[in-house]
Every structure is written in structure tokens, then in C-alpha cells.
């Protein structure tokens, strides 16, 4: 057997989609009474909350893996001096 309270959520999701529904129906006939004319407010249509990833372009050669993070700088000779250029 099946508790009530588990069959709940059954008849209540409809239900409750509906209520937009009814509530459009219900504020035309009131609109109607004072004589204007009701019109729906236009929906945003519903959009993904998650945004697609980046796609990351792999340019390395095949045989390599992928370095993660940002690449090592090269490291300087020691003793050359950078300033005095002939």
C-alpha cells in the first residue's frame, strides 16, 4: 500500500501548473467588468542556468601531453647582461 502524503505530489504538480492559467483567465474577467481589456504580460522563454564551458584548444603535438597551468618562463644565462647591447 501507498501513504497519502506520497500520492500528494502527484495531483499537486498539476495543479499547480495550472494556476498561471487561471490566474490569466480570472484578470480578463475582472478587466472585462471594468470594461478593458487585459493583456498577458510576455514571458522571458526559460534558459539554462549553467553555462557552457570554454572550449580549450589543444595545440600540442601528438605523443605530448597537455601542460596544465600557466607555461615556465626560460630562464636566463647567467652572466649576460641584458642592458649592454653592442
Known sequence: ?????CLLPLFLVPIVN???????????K???MFGKEYQRPERV???CPY?????KINNSVAGEEPS???????????GVDDSKQD
Do not use: E, Q, T
Open 1 to 5: 500500500m501507498v501513504c497519502v502524503a
Open 18 to 28: 495550472l494556476l498561471p492559467v487561471l490566474f490569466h483567465i480570472l484578470m480578463g
Open 30 to 32: 475582472i478587466y472585462r
Open 45 to 47: 522563454p526559460a534558459a
Open 51 to 55: 553555462k557552457p564551458s570554454a572550449n
Open 68 to 78: 596544465s597551468g600557466a607555461p615556465h618562463p626560460v630562464p636566463k644565462a647567467v
